[in-house]
């Protein structure tokens, strides 16, 4: 069983940037991804790396805001959010996908590890 924790969630203003880590309880070389839950929304997609960390995927939506990363040394991975906007305020979250392949993922129900979430709240 793998054991997640999210961190370094916070308020912020508009403009600002966070880096939220998330902490594995094993090391893991599967593909990991970040998701988040605003209040009243569905959970959706944010980024995916593959388990080398060659590959990553990126949400629409913030493009160019975010860096996905990880360090299977420290059994980590890391989402740098930049220029973040109100909108995305949301809990985030981390995720395993046991899956080796290549990255592009993007439904919730097929990644079978969660993190409890942190808590990211931007004001304008």
């Known amino acids: 069983q793998v054991q997640l924790l999210e961190s370094g969630g916070g308020l912020v203003q508009a403009g600002d940037s966070l880096r939220l880590s998330c902490t594995l309880s094993?090391?893991?070389?599967?593909?990991m991804g970040w998701f988040r839950q605003a209040p009243g929304k569905e959970r959706e997609f944010v980024a995916e790396?593959?388990?080398?960390?060659?590959?990553?995927s990126y949400t629409d939506s913030m493009k160019g805001r975010l860096t996905i990363s990880r360090d299977n040394v420290k059994n980590a991975m890391y989402l740098q959010m930049n220029n973040l906007e109100p909108a995305d305020t949301a809990v985030y979250y981390c995720a395993v996908r046991r899956a080796t392949g290549s990255v592009g993922e993007t439904r919730p129900q097929n990644f079978q590890y969660w993190g409890q979430g942190t808590q990211v709240t931007v004001s304008s």
């Open positions: 094993v090391r893991t070389l599967y593909t």
């Open positions: 790396i593959s388990p080398t960390g060659r590959f990553t």
